[in-house]
């Protein structure tokens, strides 16, 4: 299986211009390194309908095409399944019944990093997970053997972040987005992943996870975000920020292709024509402001 980079949107409603300039990078990572680009819906969450074809629409739209088929999370649940049975077999987990509610109340573990999961549930006896069980479903979490990981970041460098006990499996069934992405990635091939830098901090647990179930860890590089005029993530709330939006305000997709591009500092046009010229060590490392483009249109 040929090296792969990929853009793994959730299904939630149209892309707004900060997920539309990921995609962009992604692309011209993987496209600039040979390596072939995929699109994989990741489902598992509740979906909006019609979500996925916009989606799909705006990335064709803008200038990103991929290779093959379009992957869903939702069609792959055995493949999660077989992953979380060989943890569990190597007593890797070990079933948590904590509310968010709990675990936020719940005093640390002495010298846990903050933010790691406290380990309630860690060491419940049989009799107490009977009892647990009979009030209410567990989740299933990762019984983890260390408190951090350090991955390297092709924009961040050494990044050292939290790797405690966490999710595998939702309490109501579902597979947890950290091993499903793990999962994902390994067996499309996709060696190359870029992605928000607010993902950043889940990256050693995935890194981790997957040195547990033997896959490779793909490379990574996690570039700015967006936001909005005040400092904030940009959100569908602040405004015309997708394609459609800014459409019914006169401003047209080539005209949002080429804003997108300048701010990376990449020619204007085609996204051919910055793929010839496209260098991450020249990228941007600071986030960029969406500079707002209702009312402006060719």
């Given at each position: 299986?040929?090296?792969?980079?990929?853009?793994?949107?959730?299904?939630?409603?149209?892309?707004?211009?900060?997920?539309?300039?990921?995609?962009?990078?992604?692309?011209?990572?993987?496209?600039?390194?040979?390596?072939?680009?995929?699109?994989?819906v990741?489902?598992?969450?509740?979906?909006?309908?019609?979500?996925?074809?916009?989606?799909?629409?705006?990335?064709?739209?803008?200038?990103?095409?991929?290779?093959?088929?379009?992957?869903?999370?939702?069609?792959?649940?055995?493949?999660?399944?077989?992953?979380?049975g060989?943890?569990?077999?190597?007593?890797?987990?070990?079933?948590?019944?904590?509310?968010?509610?709990?675990?936020?109340?719940?005093?640390?573990?002495?010298?846990?990093?903050?933010?790691?999961?406290?380990?309630?549930?860690?060491?419940?006896?049989?009799?107490?997970?009977?009892?647990?069980?009979?009030?209410?479903?567990?989740?299933?979490?990762?019984?983890?053997?260390?408190?951090?990981?350090?991955?390297?970041?092709?924009?961040?460098?050494?990044?050292t972040?939290?790797?405690?006990d966490?999710?595998?499996?939702?309490?109501?069934?579902?597979?947890?987005?950290?091993?499903?992405v793990?999962?994902?990635?390994?067996?499309?091939?996709?060696?190359?992943?870029?992605?928000?830098?607010?993902?950043?901090?889940?990256?050693?647990?995935?890194?981790?996870?997957?040195?547990?179930?033997?896959?490779?860890?793909?490379?990574?590089?996690?570039?700015?975000?967006?936001?909005?005029?005040?400092?904030?993530?940009?959100?569908?709330?602040?405004?015309?920020?997708?394609?459609?939006?800014?459409?019914?305000a006169?401003?047209?997709?080539?005209?949002?292709?080429?804003?997108?591009?300048a701010?990376?500092?990449?020619?204007?046009?085609?996204?051919?024509?910055?793929?010839?010229?496209?260098?991450?060590?020249?990228?941007?490392?600071?986030?960029?402001?969406?500079?707002?483009?209702?009312?402006?249109?060719?």
């Open positions: 299986m040929t090296s792969a980079g990929r853009f793994a949107p959730s299904p939630s409603g149209e892309l707004h211009v900060g997920n539309l300039r990921t995609a962009v990078l992604a692309w011209l990572f993987a496209r600039s390194t040979g390596r072939r680009f995929l699109v994989r990741e489902d598992l969450d509740r979906a909006r309908a019609g979500a996925e074809a916009e989606q799909l629409r705006d990335l064709a739209a803008i200038g990103v095409n991929w290779d093959g088929g379009v992957v869903r999370q939702t069609d792959r649940e055995p493949l999660y399944t077989e992953a979380i060989r943890l569990t077999a190597a007593g890797l987990s070990y079933e948590c019944f904590c509310t968010r509610r709990e675990i936020q109340e719940a005093p640390s573990a002495p010298h846990a990093p903050q933010g790691a999961y406290p380990g309630t549930c860690r060491n419940l006896s049989a009799a107490e997970r009977e009892l647990k069980r009979a009030a209410r479903p567990a989740a299933l979490r990762l019984r983890a053997a260390r408190g951090e990981g350090t991955v390297q970041d092709m924009l961040h460098g050494s990044y972040g939290v790797v405690d966490f999710v595998l499996r939702r309490n109501d069934g579902v597979a947890a987005y950290n091993l499903a793990v999962v994902d990635d390994a067996a499309q091939g996709i060696d190359q992943v870029v992605r928000g830098d607010d993902l950043l901090p889940s990256t050693p647990r995935q890194a981790y996870l997957a040195s547990l179930l033997d896959l490779p860890a793909p490379e990574y590089a996690h570039v700015p975000l967006v936001l909005n005029a005040d400092g904030a993530r940009l959100a569908k709330r602040d405004g015309a920020v997708t394609l459609g939006e800014l459409a019914r006169g401003v047209g997709v080539e005209q949002v292709r080429d804003t997108l591009l701010s990376l500092g990449l020619p204007e046009g085609p996204l051919e024509q910055a793929l010839a010229v496209f260098d991450p060590a020249a990228l941007p490392r600071e986030p960029w402001v969406w500079p707002g483009m209702a009312g402006r249109g060719a």
